[in-house]
Nanobody, 122 residues
Framework: QVQLVESGGGSVQAGGSLRLSCVAFGYTKCMAWFRQAPGKEREGVASIDTRSGGTSYADSVKGRFTISQDNAENTLYLQIDSLKPEDTAMYYC??????????????????WGQGTQVTVSS
């Protein structure tokens, strides 16, 4: 069982930055950030292999989003720079597990945080 607690969302103007945090209680091989805008499907934006540190990004966020982990603090981060209005969404931290519901970048995601809202105004 993995528990995830997110924080760090907010409302910013286009071009601004935010850092999302996710404290993870429990170990999994893969962790990721997903987002879901109203009326759209949940989409993966960035993932990390917790053992190798390897990362992967959706094309739409490459160069603007950076995923990282602090193993000592059991915390996953998503640094979001150069925010655009189309980045507006609920952002979810996720951890992999054998009974997951979403497959993305070679991992099956089972555990989800409560979500944190990011709103970008033009």
């Amino acid at each position: 069982q993995v528990q995830l607690v997110e924080s760090g969302g907010g409302s910013v103007q286009a071009g601004g930055s935010l850092r999302l945090s996710c404290v993870a209680f429990g170990y999994t091989k893969c962790m990721a950030w997903f987002r879901q805008a109203p009326g759209k499907e949940r989409e993966g934006v960035a993932s990390i292999d917790t053992r190798s540190g390897g990362t992967s990004y959706a094309d739409s966020v490459k160069g603007r989003f950076t995923i990282s982990q602090d193993n000592a603090e059991n915390t996953l981060y998503l640094q979001i720079d150069s925010l655009k209005p189309e980045d507006t969404a609920m952002y979810y931290c996720s951890a992999s597990g054998p009974y997951g519901s979403i497959w993305w970048r070679d991992c099956l995601y089972q555990y989800w945080g409560q979500g944190t809202q990011v709103t970008v105004s033009s």
